[in-house]
Structures are given as C-alpha cells and as structure tokens.
C-alpha cells in the first residue's frame, strides 16, 4: 500500500532502505548458493526476479529524491550499499543500522 506524499518521510524511506538492502543481501548469496541445485532454466528465473528487486529500489530511489528534493547526494546510500564494508557516510551508517537492528529483531528468541 503506497503512502501519499506526505507521509512518505525520510525515515519511512531509511527503514525501506534497510530492509532492501538486507533483501539484495540475502538473494545474492541465495543466488550463489542455490546455483548448484537449479537449472540453468531456473536460475535464469531467479536472476530475473533479483534483477525487477533492483528496478524496484531504483523506482523508491527516485521517488525519495522526488518527496525530498533537499536531501543531499548523500541519500543515493538509502537503497544501495554493501552491509560488510565501512559506511560511506552518515546517511549509510544510519541504514546499516536500522538494518543490523531489523536482523536482530527477525532471529531474535521470543519468551512467549
């Protein structure tokens, strides 16, 4: 469901960020891994389907820069980067956060 405008906050964009990037991560080791066990027919399938995860960051990129044309170039880090390296800049270190936190909270033990 798509937010309007007004709601659309760079924060909501940072935490989409974060969980895209933890995505991407996943499907490139996913698609190394399961490599093996796939057809070449399947794998095709699969590599098309990381490829439209991709079109559809640079859709929500474009969107971000659009509800914010004040952020700085510094932005272009929301829905792009690695988790593994060292932050670029403020905006990165920001979303490799909120992602590390998102990972944390998915594997986390629940006392129910």
Known sequence: MMLNRSKRTI????????ETRLFKALCARLAVDV????????MDKLIRAIDRIHEVCSRAEDNMF??????????????????????????????????RNIANELFERKNH
């Open 11 to 18: 924060e909501k964009y940072k935490l989409a960020g974060a």
């Open 35 to 42: 490599g093996c066990v796939l057809s070449n027919s399947d």
């Open 66 to 99: 659009r509800d914010h044309p004040e952020v700085s170039n510094e932005y272009l880090d929301v829905f792009y980067g690695d988790m593994g390296f060292e932050p670029r800049n403020e905006v990165d270190r920001d979303v490799i956060e909120i992602a």
